[in-house]
């Protein structure tokens, strides 16, 4: 195995293959960056380049779209609270607020070495688990599915700030936003209210933008005071000199955080239709679970950065797992992935491995070398970067909803999903206004319509629900989310305690 990893970096580090490699993670990065592009986007819009090209130089770049666009996602969270990416939703919980509170080039500095740290942890599981990995993966019908996405959304215990019942709230408006449309198996319409776009549901992306950019926007723009101040509101705290060694080792000196929560991102990679939205949302919570001061989560803290980074690019390798091991892929960007493969003549699935080793060990080499790549393009951007926070509100706010607009926009080419990111961005700016946390919200947008769907599969399969709990790892994705509610219950209990000792109030 190692014979063919070495003889795949000695391939990949060839120009004609190394060139594709660096052009594909500088646009993954860019299109990750842009809020409203996402990474599917971009690997769509880079599939068309490929095909004059080889098997391995195509699937070179769009590795390095996968990767950079992983890691660019935490640009615009970090500096503008704005996640260019799902799954970079959890790194504007304490990546934003520490730059807020000065230290932007130290919250993108975290962000950036997390995601490589955790790349190359993912890499590492993707070389050498890709077998047992794939076996767990294939005992997983319905009723696991089902259970590990309650799993999941038994996380919005954890997620919540002051309140609780809000956080549940929230949460539970967010899974209604995800039976509005159609029923997925009699075609019935649902909370249309009469209007027909509604007919085929809401996309996720339009309800991230509006919920998450037009709330920050507003915002802020309220905090400077209006109009009048507007216009000379210049961002001038931003401090660019940050000691490399010294946030490396803030992530390092965390081993068993960042190994965890490369391991959640890797195992969410692997089972198909998560992704990596919902794999920071879960390592951002475990890490909190676990972390000895909870009560810093949100505030800032090198942790919850950590958590979503490092997750959300493991997470890219358990996706080419997959695609590699079975021909299934495991989330929207692998799908694209697949097709290039079969455009090339390529069949993937359990004999891809065997019968086109110097490809496979050339797609490892290439996944792996992204990484670094990706660290050198941020590093010669990471100080252009940073002026976004210097540049004047009034200016950058309009450009920020114009990008968020058109993204919005070219999901499906419909003003229906600008209509979408307007009524959300309201809701959301609401939300904020009376202390509803968003967190809970967007992880029920996430999950609610797959709930749905497996919850039917495994009743339309066999209509026993004890098969939920007698299943061994159903019952066990179950128990577990038991054990996650209680555990967040007595945390938060723990932390209202401590809160009213100090003179300090919440409502439970």
Known sequence: MYELLFAGLANVVQFKYLLPLFLGTLVGIVGGALPGVTITMTIIVVLPFTFGLDPLQGLAAMTGVYVGGSAGGLV?????????????????????????????????????WASFCGGLLGGVFLIGATGPLARIALEFGP?????????????VAGLVEASLLKGLLSGMLGLIVTVMGADPVLGHERLTLGIPFLAGGIDFLPVLIGVFAFAQIMTEVERMGGGATLAVAVDRAANLAVSQLKVIWEILSRPFILLWVA?????????????????????????????????????????????????NNANVGGSLVT???????????TAVMLGALTIHGIQSGPLFISQNAQLAYGIFAAYL????????????????????????????????????????????NTMANVYVLLVFGLLGYGMVKTGFPLAPFIL??????????????????????????????????????????????????????????????SDF
Not at 288 to 310: D, M, N, Q, Y
Not at 323 to 333: R, S
């Open 76 to 112: 615009t969270a970090v500096l503008l609270g704005i996640p260019g990416t799902p799954s970079a939703i959890a790194t504007t919980f304490d990546g934003y607020v520490l730059a807020k509170n000065g230290e932007p080039g130290r919250a993108l500095w975290i962000g950036i």
């Open 143 to 155: 009723w696991e599915f089902f259970s590990l996405f309650v799993l999941a959304l038994s996380m």
């Open 263 to 311: 391991f959640i991102g890797v195992l969410i990679g692997v089972l198909p239709a998560i992704g990596g939205s919902a794999a920071s949302m879960m390592a951002y919570d475990q890490a909190k679970k676990l972390s000895r001061h909870p009560e810093r989560f949100g505030t800032g803290t090198p942790e919850g950065i950590i958590a979503s980074e490092a997750s």
């Open 323 to 333: 695609i590699m091991a079975f021909g299934i892929p495991g989330d929207a960007v």
């Open 369 to 412: 070398l992204a990484h670094p790549i990706m660290v050198l393009i941020l590093a010669v951007g990471a100080r252009w970067m940073l002026r976004v926070t210097t540049v004047p509100k009034a200016v950058l706010f309009p450009a920020v909803l114009v990008l968020c607009t058109v993204g919005a926009y070219a999901l499906n």
């Open 444 to 505: 029920g947008v996430i999950l609610g319509d797959q709930i749905e769907l497996n919850l039917i599969r495994s009743i339309m399969t066999d209509a026993n629900p004890w098969l939920f709990i007698t299943r061994p790892i159903s019952g066990g994705l179950l128990l577990a989310s038991v054990a996650s509610v209680a555990f967040a219950l007595w945390q938060h209990r723990r932390q209202q305690a401590k809160l009213s000792g100090s003179g300090d109030s």
